[in-house]
């Protein structure tokens, strides 16, 4: 229920980007194409790019959702990895480079003569004002989730799993750094005569939205290459695996996000020596049933009995961490 209720939230704040970038987009291109200001045109690629990543993202929340199946047992949580990496790759190609091309077009080229600017400071100015407003959404969304957790914001960002907000906040971000490059740029152009401040600002906001596709990029690729769980949820399970009577000693755990809030857990325990095989057997089904009662992200638990003086398996362990656990 929490999960389901949190992908509602996600889906919504996509949406209300989606309509804001989409309006704001036409704006700019208007303003761009009246002005003739080439940082404006690059803040209509900008918002462009923008509306092309809540596709990807509402692609990416609907297709996530779909239940596991023979041909992929443990679901399709990562698609929202992969969609939100083909979205980090839209605003590179459609925003940065765009920006860059008329950055440059704008300084090597002949100088341009700037045209009714004050539609490009209101367009500007309501462009601020919506894009203010998603970006608190998408803030108010990520400030209840990392309080939920007891995080900071910031270190919320750096480890949540679930990509989709944390792009539509990073994009609500760069946009709003955007929109004051660009208005230093028309205004600077208006005041010195000189188109070259326009196309400084264009190379600037492509700089900037090349810097939130890398961003982007980066965390999609380590979620989408196999992840770890949390540290704060493996140290919590790691704990009650420890305290089972059963269980004498916990040789390995394993895990990898699977989806947002979805993990695929695997343990090595060294059972007590005095337990028969029914015994065995009952103790890793209780033990499975209290781990999937206790944490809920557990999507897939595996608990494998083994030796813990094996020399093979502390070798796995050992170059896998670096140290014996």
């Known amino acids: ?69 023979a041909r992929h047992p443990f679901g399709y949580g990562k698609e929202r990895y992969f969609w939100s990496l083909i979205a980090a790759m839209s605003i590179f190609v459609s925003g940065a480079v765009f920006a860059f091309i008329e950055g440059f077009r704008t300084l090597l080229g002949p100088p341009e003569e700037q045209t009714q600017p004050l ?8 462009a601020f004002v919506l894009e203010g407003v998603s970006w608190l959404r998408a803030m108010r969304q990520v400030r209840a989730e990392a309080a939920e957790s007891g995080d900071t914001i910031l270190h919320h960002l750096r480890i949540s799993d679930d990509p989709t907000v944390k792009t539509v906040l990073l994009e609500d971000s760069a946009a709003l750094a955007g929109l004051l490059l660009a208005f230093a740029g ?17 190379l600037a906001i492509g700089a900037l939205l090349a810097a939130v ?9 380590g979620l989408l290459i196999g992840q770890q769980a949390d540290r704060r949820l493996l140290a919590a399970v790691r704990s009650r695996l420890s305290e089972q009577p059963e269980v004498d000693f916990v040789v390995d755990v394993l895990s990898m996000n699977t989806g947002t809030d979805r993990v695929l857990f695997c343990a090595r325990l060294d059972f007590a020596a005095t337990l028969d095989s029914t015994e065995l057997e009952r103790a890793v089904v209780r033990i499975d049933s209290m781990l999937r009662a206790e944490f809920a992200e557990l ?21 896998r961490y670096g140290h014996p656990l």
Not at 119 to 126: D, E, I, T
Not at 189 to 199: I, P
Not at 303 to 319: K, S
């Open 1 to 69: 229920m929490v999960d389901a209720d949190k992908g509602g939230e996600s889906t919504l704040t996509v949406l209300v980007a989606l309509g804001i970038n989409l309006a704001i987009a036409v704006m700019k291109a208007f303003a761009g194409v009246i002005t003739g200001s080439a940082a404006m045109l690059s803040e209509a690629a900008h918002s462009v790019a923008d509306t092309c990543t809540e596709v990807f993202l509402l692609t990416a929340l609907r297709r996530s959702g779909k239940p596991a199946d």
């Open 119 to 126: 539609v490009g400071y209101v367009v500007l100015a309501l």
């Open 186 to 202: 028309l205004g600077l152009h208006q005041l010195t005569g000189s188109s070259a401040w326009d196309g400084l600002a264009s």
């Open 213 to 221: 596709a890398y961003t982007m990029a980066r965390t999609n690729l």
């Open 299 to 319: 999507d897939e638990v595996f608990l494998e009995p083994v030796p813990r003086e094996d020399p093979e398996l502390r070798a796995r362990v050992l170059a």
